[in-house]
């Protein structure tokens, strides 16, 4: 039996925030552990530790922590592939948010991890050859795009949806 501390707070676990000094190091629990009998057990309770319910049913977030320093070399680790993998046994549906594609490489990192991608467009901030070279780069290195959100729209610019439609439609096929 392990001896711990049990603390009682009134606050709903909406209102419940990461705590800031919660610092679990997936990449050593993969190190230190081959994942099998009470060792898996452990490392399940490490990472259930950090993940966190919402106010929407069935919908948790597991926040990133400290910025690392160097987030593309732990985007590429195995400890991240078997995090990953220890998540797709907990969860139906993942959604990581990444920084923009082009500036940081984070995103394209982690696509080939995931089964597709949502790009996300800022309306009227994001240039059309910037949307554009994203795509090819996704579609050059095979990676899908499940689709687009496009946020920040003004539904009163005249045209707006029409030009979107003819893009899509002439860069899919459709």
Do not use: C, W
Not at 36 to 54: F, M, R
Not at 76 to 100: A, C, E, V
Not at 144 to 156: A, E, H, R, S, Y
């Amino acid at each position: 039996m392990v001896a711990g501390t049990f603390h009682f707070n009134t606050q709903s676990t909406d209102e419940i925030k990461s705590p800031v000094s919660q610092n679990t190091n997936f990449e050593k629990l993969f190190k230190e552990f081959s994942g099998q009998g009470e060792q898996l057990l452990y490392i399940n309770s490490a990472i259930d530790a950090v993940i966190y319910p919402t106010k929407t049913e069935n919908l948790s977030v597991l926040p990133s922590g400290k910025l690392p320093h160097n987030p593309s070399e732990l985007i590429g680790s195995n400890g991240t592939t078997f995090l990953m993998g220890l998540l797709r046994k907990k969860f139906d549906f993942i959604i990581l948010d990444s920084p923009p594609v082009l500036p940081a490489t984070d995103g394209m990192l982690m696509a080939p991890r995931t089964d597709g991608t949502i790009l996300v467009v800022k309306s009227g901030n994001t240039e059309r050859k910037v949307i554009k070279e994203v795509m090819e780069n996704f579609k050059n290195a095979q990676l899908p795009i499940l689709g687009t959100i496009l946020n920040f729209v003004d539904l009163k610019k005249e045209g707006y949806y029409r030009y979107y439609k003819k893009y899509y439609s002439s860069y899919y096929g459709d």
